[in-house]
């Protein structure tokens, strides 16, 4: 399995920004589908943003569109979530998860084999 960590969660006022980061180690992650995913209290986990190992191949969910980006540097093994306009229904556990090409399938998370522990955005005034 990858081994994953994510950083960068926090508390942030509406229309505010974070950027989080997913860090692999002992693999390289562009040979991996990296997956975002959040959870909130009660609710079932979802698909937030995407990349194939081709890193043109992006994926977000409708609620986000136009607002996060996902990106990746390969020199540093790490894929960013960089998260604008927040809104408090952004509130949630973020996971990034990673599985190979033919496995992982964008937004469904049963289909992602290793997951970092989650790092919590909390968007509140």
């Known amino acids: 399995q990858v081994q994953l960590v994510e950083s960068g969660g926090g508390l942030v006022q509406p229309g505010g920004s974070l950027r989080l980061s997913c860090t692999a180690s002992?693999?390289?992650?562009?040979?991996?589908?990296i997956g975002w995913f959040r959870q909130a209290p009660g609710k079932e986990r979802e698909g937030v943003s995407c990349?194939?190992?081709?890193?043109?191949?992006?994926y977000y969910a409708d609620s986000v569109k136009g607002r996060f980006t996902i990106s990746r540097d390969i020199a540093k093994n790490t894929v960013y979530l960089q998260m604008n306009s927040l809104k408090p229904e952004d509130t949630g556990v973020y996971y990034c998860?990673?599985?190979?090409?033919?496995?992982?399938?964008?937004?469904?998370?049963?289909?992602?084999?290793?997951w970092g522990q989650g790092t919590q955005v909390t968007v509140s005034s």
């Open positions: 002992g693999v390289a992650l562009d040979y991996y589908v």
């Open positions: 990349m194939g190992s081709s890193a043109g191949s992006t």
């Open positions: 998860a990673a599985d190979v090409p033919g496995v992982a399938i964008c937004g469904y998370y049963p289909s992602f084999g290793s």
